[in-house]
T-cell receptor, first 115, second 115 residues
């Protein structure tokens, strides 16, 4: 039973560039959430996708955008990269809809470094 | 505004003893609480959760207690093992009993279990 997989593992970019991170959810999950984790902090919610639509969004600028595909996989895009975007980007999947509370399961993340 | 706080950055415990990790929250709308464990270079791993309609949930060596009036939850690990050494994150959601809800995380507590 494959868990949440993210690619790439590490990425180095320069200021002003654009980046795309990818996530495949755990088998059977239909909801994908993205988080940013700075060093020494807890993960911060970026947005959540369900049924190919952005369902909820955290306090991140429009430079952060995403997409969910019909197979439930997802992409996170960040434009005009800033030094402050350097962080671990985590993808989490869960079983969404209106069912009872279900935990989110995380991938191992993509470490993004901006030079 | 830190809605979920873990006030102890670190905790050191002897193997076989009890580990107690604490978490406080301020948002009264939170109704689902989770604990995650994180090893270096890995994503957070789900440990245990509790709904606001309960005050205790147990799973093997892990027990979570919720005190809604104090807006406080704790994770007890008994007995503690060296493999439990990791960063522990408390998280909360205001999904209204559904899985529709972003997770708000605390800053984490580093647990070290000495043999």
């Amino acid at each position: 039973d494959a868990g949440v997989t993210q690619s790439p593992t590490h990425l180095i970019k320069t200021r002003g560039q654009q980046v795309t991170l990818r996530c495949s959810p755990k088998s059977g999950h239909d909801t994908v959430s993205w988080y940013q984790q700075a060093l020494g902090q807890g993960p911060q919610f970026i947005f959540q996708y369900y049924e190919e639509e952005e369902r909820q969004r955290g306090n991140f600028p429009d430079r952060f955008s995403g997409h969910q595909f019909p197979n439930y996989s997802s992409e996170l895009n960040v434009n005009a990269l800033l030094l402050g975007d350097s962080a671990l980007y985590l993808c989490a999947s869960s079983l969404g809809g209106t069912g009872r509370n279900q935990p989110q399961h995380f991938g191992d993340g993509t470490r993004l470094s901006i030079l | 505004d830190q809605q979920v706080k873990q006030n102890s950055p670190s905790l050191s415990v002897q193997e076989g003893r009890i580990s107690i990790l604490n978490c406080d929250y301020t948002n009264s709308m939170f109704d689902y609480f989770l604990w995650y464990k994180k090893y270096p270079a890995e994503g957070p791993t789900f440990l245990i959760s509790i709904s606001s309609i309960k005050d205790k949930n147990e799973d093997g060596r892990f027990t979570v207690f919720l005190n809604k009036s104090a807006k406080h939850l704790s994770l007890h690990i008994v007995p503690s093992q060296p493999g439990d050494s990791a960063v522990y994150f408390c998280a909360a959601s205001a999904g209204g009993g559904t899985s529709y809800g972003k997770l708000t995380f605390g800053q984490g507590t580093i647990l070290t279990v000495h043999p």
